[in-house]
């Protein structure tokens, strides 16, 4: 028996946060805010249930039809109603005339239904992480903003370098670069710093930057030892200069 059916009739706020490229959280606020107005000029409220994220939880989402969809869209851009509208028109055309007694066809539809579940589930996973991490910067980024204040204005020094971009500049880390200032006998490790040999002292290889900044209403200093222009120019030559004679000694 042939008969005429309607593969989906509603869209869920999901699904609307998908094609739209918004929050889902941020399109329940957008439709909670919409159904009052909605509800006053005759209309049922929007209908709410619940599905489950991939850890289980039970979350609210609304299942709209076609005019509530489009009427929702009106808070939307115009890229966004767009989607909107071609989303529709895709499932409309899925109206189609389906041979229920062909085992095969109906398998087909609940195929096509599961792997359409599948794929949404994995998108609402994907944005998930992808809030939670941006979450989590936001917490480094504020735990970290007196260095890194502090890091920015030593960096644009015109005269100073760390330790770390004069090994970026040598292709090395800045561990392998002290490491390697240590076995030339430049600098050795004094209550958790590095030091520079008397030899090398009060040559202008260094500059010492103090910064004060505020740590949740306290005060407090921070000192670090950066390279001069002449310092870097020192480091380079002696790098260079070792390396040389490492390859001399590999070939001899």
């Given amino acids: ?24 959280k941020h399109v329940l606020d957008a439709i909670r805010n919409m159904e009052q107005s909605w509800v006053k000029v005759g209309q049922p409220n929007f209908r709410l249930s619940e599905y489950k994220d991939p850890t289980g939880r ?10 509530e969809c489009l009427y929702i869209a009106t808070k939307f851009n115009d890229e966004a109603r767009a989607r909107l509208i071609i989303r529709w028109e895709e499932l409309e055309t899925k109206a189609q005339t389906v041979d229920f007694s062909n085992p095969n066809t109906v398998l087909q539809l609940v195929q096509n239904w599961a792997d359409e579940q599948k794929k949404r589930e994995i998108a609402e996973q994907q944005v998930r992480i992808k809030e939670e991490q941006l979450q989590l910067q936001g917490k480094v980024i504020e735990q970290n903003t007196p260095k890194v204040n502090y890091f920015d204005k030593v960096l644009q020094s015109e005269s100073a370098y760390t330790t770390t971009q004069i090994a970026k500049e040598l292709g090395i880390t800045a561990t392998s670069l002290n490491l390697r200032l240590r076995n030339l006998q430049i600098q050795y490790k004094q209550s958790g710093t590095w030091v520079l040999y008397q030899k090398y002292q009060n040559q202008g290889y260094t500059k010492t930057r103090t910064y ?12 670090l030892t950066v390279w001069t222009e002449k310092g870097r120019l020192f480091i380079h030559s002696q790098i260079k200069s070792n390396t040389s004679e490492r390859k001399k000694g590999v070939l001899a």
Avoid at 58 to 67: A, I, M, T
Avoid at 212 to 223: H, Q, S
Wanted: glycine residues 4%; proline residues 2%.
């Fill in 1 to 24: 028996m042939n008969q005429l059916v309607n593969i989906k009739q509603t869209i869920t706020s999901r699904e609307i946060a998908e094609l739209t490229g918004k929050m889902h």
């Fill in 58 to 67: 039970r979350l609210p989402q609304f299942e709209l039809n076609k005019k």
């Fill in 212 to 223: 004060t900044y505020n740590n949740n209403g306290e005060t407090r200093t921070t000192m």
